[in-house]
């Protein structure tokens, strides 16, 4: 007789037959007896723990071990295993670009039969390495979210070169070079391509709370399209003593593709950018010099700069969802034959910011929109005659189109600046659109026209100021809106008479009444406090230009890129909140 080992509750049992084999005779009977008896142990448990990972994020663990044991485990695991020493490692891990670094503790581990044994893998964010960009950029290269560049000085993109910036990626300014920045030269591209969960951040080195305006250069590119400055006319500031610099300064004038492309940029942040030393030598967060319409510009946001945050020079570059938070100078400024059109921007001046030591003065007239036909040498622009057309030889009109804008100044409680606190200048012989804004709590005045050439524009119709909606303005200068009486243009009766409605709210209404929450100025603000959606009744969601079609020269300059709306300002009646998750609120 033989028997069989079984096992039950993972307890092997050995059987011991005794008596046999048996003989059994004839009318006999004979015993066999099977002992079962319990085995002792041949495995253990083995136990790792893993922690430290965002929930749904699996880590990377191999366990290796007797007889070719290999797992590989995502999580904490417990598995019956043979006696022996076991080695766990761990591999590094990435979310949302963020790098995960596992340490192992316990290992190897050694299992001994029926016993259990642990080992442990925290899984810790990890520092990401740091490479300093500085010189020329002349071959193809990319920026990736898991190192940490750092600008020092000037650093050119060549033409021919494409500079490629991943989601998610940081790229801060060197604190002991100021004015370092990045220039896009032209026949060179940028593609940076943020997302909402993730946007690419050009920022300061110092840390939060020790920031200023000023703490690096900027962003400048230089595109192809044409301007109406002749002569080689270089990019403010850009022959200055910064690190790097090129002496003779960049040239952005001279271009002829009204087309060119110089790349992308979407979902990024310029933020305490800024550099001016100098009269008419600044470095503003965003410089767009001769930027063609192949070039796409969307969701972006300067946060505190020390000059403008937004200027164009000449170009036809259009751009969607543009935002500034607290600026040096203006917020967005264009001039030189800029032909561009925008739509969605957002505007908001709460203080008059300090800069950091040794970058250069603030503005002493900053405003929100502030647009020129053309200023300096070189202009080429006639000062009479009908904008709507292309542009000769002799010059380009100024002819941006600036569509569903929200600006909102500092109010009345601050000594502002001597020419500043306008929501829109608009001089030097400027044509241009200008449709279903909001232009509120600016202390001066909301418009201002400063010149009979600005007001030529005017008179053939290719300056047109229409519906949009102006409030709490005029604090500081008697509650004046418009340009006073007296003065030969700029009246609020002038846009009238051309068909150029404007609302023009009571004293009652405050700029805060419009939305569902603007923030009291304060540096505690976070970007979460801020929603530009019209409040419930607000005046600001009926009232748009909701259609073209009576308008032929706007319709024509609009043409599928701006699209008409019922309301007035950035943000529809309980539409997409566009710019939430992925800007920022910041004075240092």
Known sequence: MTAASVTASSVTYNAT????????????SATVTVTYTAAAPTTGTLTVNVTGLPAGVNGAVTVTGPNNYNQTLTATSTATVASGSYTVTAAQVTNNNVRYTGTVTGSPATVTAGATTTASVAYAVAANPTVTLSGSIAANRTLTADTNYVLRGFVYVNSGATLTVNAGTKIVGDSTALGSALFILRGARIMANGTEAAPIVFTSQRSAGNRSPGDWGGLIIVGNARNNRTGNIIVEGSDGSV????????VYTGGSNDADNSGTLRYVRVEFAGYATLPDAELNSFTFAAVGSGTTFEYLQSVS?????FEWFGGTVDGKYLISYESGDDHFDTSEGYRGRNQFLIAYQSTYITPRAGAGAVSADPQGFEVDGCNGGGCTAPAGGNAQSSGAADGLWNMNVMANYTLI???????????????????????????????????RQAISMRDSTTNNRFLVDSLIFKSNYLADNGLQNGGVVFDPTGTNFGQQSAFTARGQTNEVAATSVTAASLFAALPAGSATTTGANFDWSPAASSPIATGGLSTFANDPRIAARAGTFIAPTAYRGAAAPGGAKWWANWTNYARN
């Not at 037959?17 to 006999?28: D, L």
């Open 409 to 443: 100044g500092v109010g009345g409680t601050q000594t502002t600046p001597a020419n500043g606190g306008v929501g829109v200048v608009l001089r030097r012989g400027t044509g241009g659109y200008y449709v279903n804004g909001v232009i509120a709590r600016w202390p």
């Open 305 to 309: 700069g020390l000059d403008d945050s």
């Open 243 to 250: 690190v790097g610099a090129n002496p003779a300064g960049v």
């Open 17 to 28: 037959v005794a008596g046999s084999p048996a003989t059994v005779t004839g009318g006999g």
